[in-house]
């Protein structure tokens, strides 16, 4: 099991500690309720130093990391400008999704991946086959040493500027989705103004030095400790996709919930994709209870008539709502906003009804 280089200080704080994607990881430290609260309404901090950032750096241009990695995902990399951070996918050659990762466009000859902890090793073997199959032109890279600290909140800003003064770093003017990178820094030091809670935040790649020291000195400006059950209310809330549950090596970007990211006409991959998409029977989508009763990943879905179609892939309560909620991966022909479902729960079949978007607007500042 390991653990991150932050480990003692949740232990310090008492957190309930558990198992996730080989880690152990803090659930929560005081309730899942506070904290989740913390981040809609102010600002919460999370450890996500279990996640991986994989560097990718060429000696001649970006166009042969560009030719590396686009035909290998489902967006374009060449749109990203620079200190942008995009959104993708990794795809194996049926168009299943290996994972789903952000790009980092940090220098003309340098871009940053950020993989899933449980993904990790198999995204740096499938890159080391990809890079030797094709004889890319391009360096593989991990670092050794890290901490990845996540500060998400309508307050973030102002926190985020303060905190990083304090390790001797100037937050420069960015926005959703954009990034830099400290190259003068000694080790990793890469700040992007990104998260998977729906609201402001910001997401700090740092030496564990400093990145120990920022996460203790947040604790010291009032700011609250944020364990995975809260990320994981926040990211379904918003219907992010979480992987192994919503999407994994099976489902292509179309029946994950998360076609929107392909570029149909200029990928390599995107003839699987078309075919993927015109014969899948199945998409995800989001959902609310219209009563009581609480879905649980794994819950059987039925129509009005009784007929099985599809499970819940995640499920949970709504501080948002206060109703049960949650994700599935259901028929097509109950895939639009306002369709009827039932979800078989312990205490019997309740109903619920199907969003395809979240009611949350929260608190994300986007370029004009």
Not at 64 to 78: G, K, Q, Y
Not at 178 to 192: H, K, L, Q, R
Not at 337 to 358: C, D, H, M, P, Y
Request: net charge neutral; glycine share 8%.
């Amino acid at each position: 099991m390991l653990k991150t280089p932050l480990f003692n200080e949740h232990q310090k704080l008492k957190a309930k500690i558990s198992e996730f994607a080989g880690y152990q990881m803090p659930i929560f430290y005081t309730s899942v309720k506070e904290e989740y609260l913390a981040v809609r309404n102010n600002a919460g901090i999370f450890d996500i130093s279990h996640m991986c950032p994989i560097f990718i750096k060429s000696e001649n241009s970006k166009e042969d990391i560009i030719n590396f990695l686009e035909p290998v995902t489902c967006r374009m990399i060449s749109s990203i400008l620079p200190n942008q951070v995009q959104y993708n996918a990794l795809l194996n050659e049926n168009g299943g999704i290996i994972d789903d990762i952000t790009v980092f466009y940090l220098a003309e000859n340098k871009y940053m991946l950020i993989v899933n902890a449980s993904n990790s090793s198999k995204v740096m073997e499938f890159l080391r086959k990809e890079k030797e199959k094709k004889q890319c032109k391009v360096e593989i890279k991990k670092p050794q040493e890290y901490i990845l600290l996540a500060v998400q909140g309508p307050d973030s800003e102002k926190l985020t500027i303060d905190l990083l003064k304090k390790e001797g770093i100037s937050l420069p003017d960015i926005f959703y989705y954009e990034c830099f990178e400290n190259s003068a820094a000694n080790s990793v030091e890469v700040i992007s103004r990104t998260g998977y809670t729906g609201e402001d935040g910001f997401e700090i790649l740092l030496s564990v030095e400093k990145g120990l020291s920022l996460w203790q000195n947040a604790l010291k400006s009032g700011i609250k400790p944020a364990g995975l059950a809260s990320r994981d209310i926040l990211r379904m809330e918003m219907f992010y996709p979480l992987y192994g549950h919503e999407i994994d090596e099976t489902t292509s970007p179309y029946e994950g919930g998360i076609g929107w990211l392909v570029d149909e006409k200029d990928m390599p991959l995107a003839p699987v994709l078309q075919q993927r998409k015109e014969s899948s029977q199945k998409v995800v989508r989001g959902f609310h209870m219209i009563k009581d009763g609480i879905p649980r990943s794994g819950f059987e879905v039925y129509d009005e008539n009784d007929n099985l179609i599809g499970q819940v892939t995640s499920g949970a309560f709504s501080f948002l709502t206060n109703k049960g909620f949650g994700m599935a991966s259901i028929k097509k022909t109950h895939a639009k906003t306002g369709s009827r479902i039932f979800i078989n729960t312990r205490q019997g079949k309740k109903e619920a009804s199907v969003l395809i978007k979240s009611s949350h607007k929260g608190s994300i500042k986007r370029r004009k």
